[in-house]
């Protein structure tokens, strides 16, 4: 099966994901796979189905808990699937699965091309992003597409209109409903000025490295903002900024930020957002929900 799968892409066997996530925790995969491009990525799906391997589609880790043991399965790894285009004539950028955010701003605004300037700070893909419709500064990713195309479970490319994707606050259809897999999508952005969008994104640079703990490994806020409250706020009212379980704290900068200041485990990070979750919930009756997503605990 490995030599089958390596004539579609890169294939490492019990390979360490730590690397792969943003809080840089993990164990390892049984099989790590990056397909060259939209085609193998299907030919390794039905390569794994006739062996009946589970698998999981893999962004950047930046919004992910790995569990510490081995993923029995194979972690599918969308990192070649990097293509953008960029139409300045029809307002409209195409961009694959694996496109970095912030690579996919800088290509937009260097077109003078405007909107997504927001999405410049984030570390996600643009497939992961819009799989939890990932945003910022009060906007998010899933306002600004005009389409996204899909892998659906039979194998047939599809393409979804904005009018038919339903999606909310940090979360879309496409995390409620496992059956797609995001390919790419195409933004439909306006006209606009460069330079006035690089003041836009220098500026909120500056205001990221002030308010938030980037020094240190972290996948952004943990908890969801509760309807006109803020997290973080709630959890620095409970006396938790800086409390530690094993190399995992509270960000003392930023509440609802954990950190792995101390080579944190897996479990060390879970503890810590179940412990916040529960302290929160006894001291102040708020039910905060957890914004990231625990993979493979059950």
Request: proline share 3%.
């Amino acid at each position: 099966m490995i030599t089958k799968l390596q004539e579609y892409g890169t294939v490492l066997e019990h390979a360490p994901l730590k690397q792969l996530n943003t809080y840089h925790i993990g164990g390892t995969a049984r099989y790590l796979i990056s397909p060259n491009s939209i085609k193998d990525l299907i030919n390794v799906l039905k390569i794994l189905k006739d062996h009946n391997l589970k698998y999981m589609i893999l962004g950047n880790g930046s919004n992910i808990v790995l569990n510490s043991r081995e993923y029995d399965g194979a972690i599918i790894h969308l990192d070649k699937l990097d293509g953008i285009e960029i139409h300045p004539e029809l307002n409209m950028v195409y961009a694959e699965a694996g496109v970095m955010l912030p690579k996919l701003v800088n290509a937009a605004v260097n077109k003078s091309l405007t909107g997504l300037e927001f999405a410049a700070g984030i570390p996600g893909t643009v497939g992961g992003s819009i799989y939890g419709n990932a945003g910022a500064y009060n906007s998010c990713i899933l306002d600004y597409i005009s389409s996204v195309t899909v892998l659906d479970e039979d194998y047939n490319i599809k393409v979804i209109e904005h009018e038919d994707i339903t999606y909310s606050y940090r979360n879309s259809m496409f995390k409620n409903n496992k059956k797609y897999i995001i390919l790419a999508a195409k933004f439909f952005l306006k006209k606009g000025d460069k330079q006035n969008s690089l003041e836009i994104i220098e500026n909120r640079r500056q205001r990221r490295l002030d308010s938030q703990p980037l020094e240190y490994p972290s996948a952004g806020s943990v908890f969801r903002n509760p309807e006109g409250d803020f997290a973080g706020r709630l959890i620095e009212s409970c006396g938790l900024k800086g409390y530690q379980i094993g190399g995992a704290a509270v960000s003392l900068k930023h509440a609802n930020f954990i950190v792995n200041i101390d080579n944190a485990t897996s479990d060390d990070v879970y503890k810590l957002i179940k412990y916040v979750h529960q302290t929160v919930l006894e001291k102040t009756n708020v039910n905060l929900i957890i914004e990231q997503e625990f993979i493979d605990w059950e």
